[in-house]
């Protein structure tokens, strides 16, 4: 059975196709990509596509890249590109000789631009759009997009929400990878995360790394999926998985170039203080991470060592996903100074902040807004909204340009 949904990407590469000599699509393994491709394909926007986990094309990309890549036609789509990456310097050539639009649209199942020449390769002549796994407003059908609404400084307002558990637990278990939903809970959907996650290492991380111990990498995976949501030290997670510091350090930039994990840096008003804080570290899908603490639903609404971990995940991967399509460039941080903590802080280009707290509570206390509080006294008119995503009935307001937002603020369709 196949699970298909409108992506909210699909008009993004589409009117890419439209002004970019190559158009890069990147995400997970079994995010869609393939699917939105052959979407393409079907509507004419490309007008084929190959693959490189086809053995044979492989090959010929491998085995000459100029030649592979000078007989295609323009607005021909390869999947799985980082699978030949000298394919990428020989079509560096061709959309340097023509600069024509749309000539090649690329998708790959790792951040190819983490390679140096690759970037260099690509600089300039590439629109790059990140897949993740479905966002619930996908699922929804929704039009909207919180992040905007946030940044104009008018949030939903929403009555008769879900409340508690109900409101989120059943779709952070189930996550957003299209596959997992055609199968039963149980069993069915183990073995399909486990098998995911030995393509991830066996395939697309060894065939990026020379590194020795990815045997180490499913135990690392499990001590950051622990850790989810909470701050990256990487001295503790080398003494609990028995590597080095430096190992673990490249380990999980790798897993990061496959979109396993996404790390967020601090934030603070000066940008050189930013890189001497730790990031925050989330997995890229909820269903996995909830695969990885073994929490059903019955585990992920009453054990206080997995709710507020698989919570906050959710609402900040959800947020990630909505960032691919906001209106403004905006980058993701977190913030944290003394005991104050808030656990998204967005930033566009010109400076303005939106703060995001997630709380697994339906009720909530004075305490709880005091962060948001003291960032907007320090901000001032930068600063355009803070919420606190909570697990209540309906949108309350806080104070100046603060709220409280249900969780399906997410999803509700409130594009007006």
Request: neutral net charge.
């Amino acid at each position: 059975m196949s699970y298909t949904v409108d992506r909210h990407a699909y008009p993004l590469v589409e009117e890419a196709l439209r002004y970019a000599r190559v158009v890069l699509l990147l995400g997970p393994r079994q995010a869609g990509k393939s699917t939105l491709v052959n979407r393409l394909a079907e509507r004419g926007a490309v007008k084929r596509a190959v693959t490189l986990d086809d053995r044979l094309t492989r090959d010929a990309a491998l085995a000459d890249p100029t030649g592979f890549a000078s007989g295609l036609e323009q607005g021909i789509a390869i999947d799985e590109v980082q699978r030949a990456p000298d394919l990428l310097l020989a079509i560096k050539q061709i959309v340097d000789r023509d600069d024509a639009p749309g000539q090649f649209l690329l998708t790959g199942s790792t951040n190819v631009l983490t390679a140096p020449r690759i970037l260099d390769a690509l600089t300039g002549r590439t629109d790059v759009i990140v897949l993740w796994p479905l966002a619930q407003s996908e699922l929804e059908g929704s039009t909207g997009n919180l992040v905007d609404q946030l940044f104009a400084g008018t949030p939903p307002t929403l009555t008769n929400a879900p409340i508690g558990p109900p409101a989120w637990v059943d779709r952070a278990i189930l996550g957003g990878f299209p596959e997992v939903r055609t199968r039963p809970a149980g069993r069915q959907r183990d073995r399909w995360f486990e098998s995911y996650l030995t393509s991830l290492i066996q395939r697309d991380l060894r065939d990026m790394s020379d590194a020795q111990k990815l045997s180490e990498m499913p135990r690392l995976i499990r001590v950051l999926a622990s850790q989810a949501a909470g701050m990256l030290v990487s001295d503790r997670v080398a003494q609990r998985v028995g590597l080095s510091t430096k190992t673990i350090q490249s380990y999980v930039r790798l897993l990061e170039t496959v979109f396993a994990v996404r790390t967020v840096p601090a934030w603070r008003p000066g940008l050189t203080a930013r890189e001497r804080l730790a990031s925050k570290v989330f997995l890229g899908d909820t269903g996995l991470l909830a695969h990885m603490l073994g929490a059903n639903a019955d585990r992920a609404s009453t054990d206080p060592q997995v709710t507020g971990r698989l919570y906050e995940n959710f609402v900040a991967m959800e947020i990630v996903k909505q960032l691919v399509w906001t209106e403004r460039h905006v980058e993701a941080y977190h913030y944290r100074r003394d005991r104050r903590e808030v656990d998204l802080v967005l930033e566009a280009h010109d400076g303005t902040v939106v703060a995001i707290e997630a709380k697994a509570s339906a009720s909530l206390g004075a305490s709880d807004r005091q962060a948001l509080v003291e960032l907007r006294d320090t901000l001032g008119e930068r600063f355009r909204a803070g919420v606190l995503i909570h697990t209540g009935a309906e949108t309350v307001p806080l104070g100046e340009r603060l709220w409280a937002l249900p969780v399906s603020s997410l999803w509700e369709n409130h594009s007006d």
